[in-house]
């Protein structure tokens, strides 16, 4: 255990003693305060509501393995919004980090959660409650422990990979999750939300998923039902009449 930090055990701790109900600059940095835009005066307010998600935390590896860092950003809008990151105390454990943003202005939702097996560029889980947010948070728990790569990541690229193939995408793409084998990303190219379903087997397709307008990529099975709305608008366009006569 690194002796620069305190675990999210100890953390949980000193929150509940009340050690973080001041702005006093100290106890900010123990609670985990490394950079900010906002005045100094204000980290504690901001904290009560970061905390929220700190103290949800029950699982035991979380709680034993690592230790808190919080950030306050500055958006390209001049918005100010706060983050909570969870590091793991051994630092060949980096890949495991977690973190949550609360009303990130790039992202969808109040509550967003970004984990280092999915990516920086879209949360793996984001919602509007802080219960399901913390839910969520103690239920991935044993996947990061065991280093399990959820089968949604593998599928997450694929949509990138069907984004850039099929609708001409370039550069980042940012991949939200919507439900189970369900996705969606915001096109850099016209700015609409495009849907994206996926599946690695043909038969255990998702609610709504039309196999005969499917495509393939690396293995996957990726369904997107505005190209399938698409192809029918296509076919049923009414086609020039054909001339009689040879023609020349």
């Known amino acids: 255990m690194s002796e620069e930090h305190i675990s999210v055990r100890q953390w949980q701790a000193l929150?509940?003693?009340?050690?973080?109900r001041t702005s006093d600059y100290f106890a900010m940095e123990k609670a985990g305060w490394y950079n900010w835009n906002c005045s100094s005066e204000s980290l504690a307010g901001r904290l009560?509501?970061?905390?929220?998600?700190?103290?949800?935390?029950?699982?035991?590896?979380?709680?034993?393995?690592?230790?808190?860092?919080c950030r306050n950003l500055s958006s390209r809008f001049?918005?100010?919004?706060?983050?909570?990151?969870?590091?793991?105390?051994?630092?060949?454990?980096?890949?495991?980090?977690?973190?949550?943003?609360?009303?990130?202005?790039?992202?969808?939702?109040k509550w967003s959660l970004?984990?280092?097996?999915?990516?920086?560029?879209?949360?793996?889980f984001d919602c509007g409650d802080?219960?399901?947010?913390?839910?969520?948070?103690?239920?991935?728990?044993?996947?990061?422990?065991?280093?399990?790569m959820a089968p949604f990541v593998q599928e997450k690229w694929a949509v990138v990979g069907y984004a850039h193939l099929f609708h001409r995408e370039h550069g980042e793409v940012k991949v939200y999750r919507n439900g189970?084998?369900?996705?969606?990303?915001?096109?850099?190219?016209?700015?609409?939300?495009?849907?994206?379903?996926v599946t690695a087997d043909p038969n255990d397709l998702p609610p709504g998923f039309v196999s005969d307008h499917a495509k393939q990529y690396r293995g996957f099975y990726l369904y997107c039902p505005e190209d399938a709305g698409k192809a029918a608008t296509e076919r049923d366009q009414p086609r020039p009449p054909r001339k009689k006569g040879i023609q020349r």
């Open 48 to 69: 009560k509501k970061l905390a929220k998600v700190v103290m949800g935390v029950t699982q035991p590896f979380i709680l034993d393995h690592y230790f808190i860092l």
């Open 114 to 124: 970004f984990t280092g097996r999915y990516g920086v560029e879209a949360p793996e």
């Open 130 to 148: 802080i219960r399901v947010l913390i839910q969520y948070i103690n239920k991935i728990a044993p996947e990061l422990e065991q280093d399990l």
């Open 78 to 109: 001049d918005k100010l919004y706060d983050e909570v990151g969870f590091v793991p105390l051994v630092e060949a454990d980096q890949r495991k980090c977690f973190w949550v943003t609360l009303d990130d202005p790039y992202h969808r939702k």
């Open 180 to 197: 189970e084998h369900q996705y969606s990303y915001r096109s850099n190219l016209d700015g609409r939300e495009h849907e994206v379903m």
């Open 15 to 20: 929150c509940r003693s009340g050690a973080f």
